[in-house]
């Protein structure tokens, strides 16, 4: 099989290559380090899984997943972050993903979830499984944040952490109007007011690292 690794730190391509190396069931290995090279890899070979990081210098993991989607949707993509599951996983898979772990899980666990995916099957978690069972089993209402599209829930992310409207509009090579429309529409769905509000519900929902 052909794996193709998108993630922009080398030492963390590096590892997850030897581990599937040391499978002894792959056939190529190939890397890109950004959503860009990553669509040009997609489009040049033929891949039997795509492990992809979340968090990319160019674009959001989750905007490169639904663009492979949309190009070649019979790739299935393995998201990988450092991030706690419960922050993007129920998004990754709604956009296509067909599994989703966190980079401390130990290597079996990578292989484990590339030899479901190309068996046709769906990775995730016990912990995560167990989480969205409970999920499913609640008639409460979603939480705020879960109401917010991708792009919003990023951008809320961003403003968190106490970034800048101008500073978030470099990161995301936005206009700083387009950014403040985002954080309008975060305000109102959320039915806040200031930016204020918005940090204090991120972090008491650890929604920031």
Same mark, same amino acid.
């Given at each position: 099989m052909n794996v193709l690794i998108v993630d922009d730190h080398a030492i963390v391509r590096q590892g997850l290559k030897q581990i599937l190396v040391e499978s002894g069931k792959i056939n190529l290995i190939a890397e890109a380090d950004s959503g860009a090279g990553a669509m040009r890899q997609i489009r040049e070979g033929e891949w039997g899984v795509v492990v992809l990081d979340i968090s990319l210098p160019d674009r959001n993991g989750i905007e490169v997943l639904k663009q492979i989607k949309k190009e070649r949707p019979k790739i299935p993509v393995l998201m990988l972050s450092m991030h706690d599951e419960g922050l993007y996983a129920i998004r990754a898979l709604k956009a296509g993903a067909s599994g989703y772990m966190n980079k401390e899980s130990a290597p079996e666990e990578l292989m484990k979830a590339v030899r479901k995916l190309l068996g046709g099957g769906r990775y995730v978690s016990p912990a995560l499984a167990e989480t969205l069972a409970s999920d499913l089993s609640q008639d409460t209402g979603r939480p705020a944040h879960e109401t917010l599209s991708?792009? *919003?829930? *990023?951008?809320?992310?961003? @403003? #968190?952490?106490?970034?800048?409207?101008?500073? @978030? #509009?470099?990161?995301?090579?936005?206009?700083?109007?387009?950014?403040?429309?985002?954080? #309008?529409? @975060?305000? *109102?769905?959320m039915n806040m007011s200031t930016t204020a509000e918005l940090m204090h519900y991120a972090l008491r929902n650890h929604l920031v690292d």
């Open positions: 991708d792009r *919003e829930f *990023e951008v809320l992310r961003k @403003i #968190a952490s106490g970034k800048t409207v101008g500073q @978030i #509009a470099d990161e995301l090579h936005l206009s700083v109007t387009t950014v403040s429309t985002y954080r #309008a529409r @975060i305000l *109102e769905k």
